[in-house]
């Protein structure tokens, strides 16, 4: 599953959250885990994929 990962706009905490792409896009945004508010925004970064190369 995905690991969504979030910043807060009142106390500036970082924090994650795996879950799958279709609790993701149905449920409303997470509050802060720190402070509790509900002013999070979602933190664009890389990802992994591995592959297996068949010869």
């Known amino acids: 599953m995905p ?3 979030y910043r ?3 106390c ?3 924090f994650s959250r ?3 792409m279709a609790d993701h896009s149905a ?3 997470p509050t802060c885990p720190k402070c ?3 002013a999070v925004e ?3 970064s890389d990802f ?3 592959t297996v190369r068949k010869s």
Do not use: G, L, N
Request: charged letters at 30%.
């Open 42 to 44: 979602p933190v664009f």
């Open 27 to 29: 449920r409303p945004r």
């Open 8 to 10: 807060c706009q009142v």
């Open 12 to 14: 500036d905490a970082h």
């Open 36 to 38: 509790e508010s509900p």
């Open 48 to 50: 992994f994929a591995k």
């Open 18 to 20: 795996t879950e799958s």
């Open 3 to 5: 690991q969504y990962e």
